[in-house]
């Protein structure tokens, strides 16, 4: 497999792009601002209507870039060698907005 088709993207000197740590929350931000706009354009059919997409913007997208970009600048800024990503932090973030958004709608419609 050529070194164009692998999977994380490399500069010509073989490290990392400077923002791949921030991969997974900015792929987390996308599919809750696609959510959000869904739920925007026909909010009023679907449960939650319009206070599910404004709980999606700000708890998914904002929520998740806050949390990446804390610890990518923290440790920019601090020269810490240690760049991996927090998995666990982005994990539990997740399920609990995941956990928000599906207890909120059937607790307001009765949802069995």
């Excluded at 599919?31 to 209507?49: E, N």
């Excluded at 990518?72 to 994990?91: G, K, S």
Aim: hydrophobic share 45%; with cysteine.
């Amino acid at each position: 497999m050529s070194s164009c088709m692998s999977r994380t993207p490399t500069r010509d000197n073989g490290r990392s792009p400077p923002l791949g740590p921030l991969l997974p929350a900015v792929l987390a931000s996308r599919l809750y601002s696609i959510t959000a706009l869904v739920w925007v354009a026909i909010g009023d059919v679907l449960p939650g209507g319009r206070w599910l997409a404004v709980h999606l913007f700000t708890l998914g997208v904002v929520s998740n870039m806050v949390i990446a970009m804390t610890h990518y600048f923290a440790q920019t800024l601090l020269h810490a060698p240690d760049r991996t990503v927090r998995l666990e932090r982005f994990t539990l973030l997740n399920v609990g907005v995941a956990l928000l958004v599906v207890g909120r709608p059937c607790s307001v419609s009765s949802c069995s």
